[in-house]
């Protein structure tokens, strides 16, 4: 069951951190960073499997280890952290030049996940509706790509968003530098949710997840 958690906020070590950047002073972050994925990149040519998944999977993974990306607003007005978050993504449709929204259950196992997720993008690749699913859970939280283009900086500006408080990512072109391949990953964060200390940690660990790709030649269990 995905359930969402109170925050104690008695005990809450950020509780005057998020009053104030969600009251006081609401604002959002954006990073953007360039990820080495070299050996990842080698991995999925052998494996047989979607880099864009591994990508997803991937930031998925970081995501649900801790507790600051993974925070929504109750009916009452209060923090809490839902149990899982499932990760939404973008799927082009080259004919219409428009793209949808899909989104696949978050499972540890990457293989498992890549199974579900697979489908999903070629049966709505040809997608006529935004969300061809209908709607999404409350949580998930979103990944879009841009593999026509490498950039060093991007940002969303979203009118009215202080209650969206989980991260959205920005993926970009693969490109070569001194012989290793990088990716361009930007994050947009609501300050109340997150410090820049936490963002950094999920920089951390996201490139060492993907530095050592075991997890691609995982199989199904």
Not at 97 to 126: G, K, N, Q
Not at 147 to 171: A, E, K
Not at 190 to 195: F, I, K, L, S, T
Request: aromatic residues 14%.
């Amino acid at each position: 069951m995905n359930v969402a958690h109170p925050i104690d906020l008695a005990t809450w070590p950020r509780r005057e951190h998020f009053e104030h950047y969600r009251k006081r002073v609401p604002c959002t972050y954006a990073i953007t960073v360039d990820v080495d994925v070299t050996d990842m990149v080698a991995a999925l040519r052998d494996s047989g499997r979607k880099t864009y998944i591994a990508q997803v999977w991937a930031l998925a993974s970081i995501v649900n280890r801790h507790a600051e990306f993974r925070m929504t607003i109750t009916d009452d007005g209060e923090p809490a952290v839902w149990d899982v978050l499932h990760p939404a993504f973008t799927v082009f449709n080259p004919e219409r030049e428009t793209f949808a929204c899909v989104w696949s259950a978050f499972d540890s196992d990457f293989a498992r996940f890549h199974d579900a997720a697979a489908p999903l993008l070629e049966m709505h690749r040809s997608a006529t509706s935004f969300f061809p699913q209908g709607d999404m859970p409350p949580n998930t939280f979103d990944v879009s790509s841009l593999p026509w283009t490498q950039f060093t900086g991007f940002s969303l500006q979203i009118d009215g968003g202080w209650d969206h408080l989980l991260p959205i990512f920005t993926l970009g072109r693969y490109f070569e530098r001194d012989g290793r391949t990088f990716l361009p990953l930007a994050i947009q964060m609501h300050h109340a949710a997150a410090d820049g200390f936490h963002t950094a940690r999920l920089i951390d660990e996201f490139t060492a997840l993907v530095g050592d790709p075991t997890w691609l030649t995982s199989t199904t269990t």
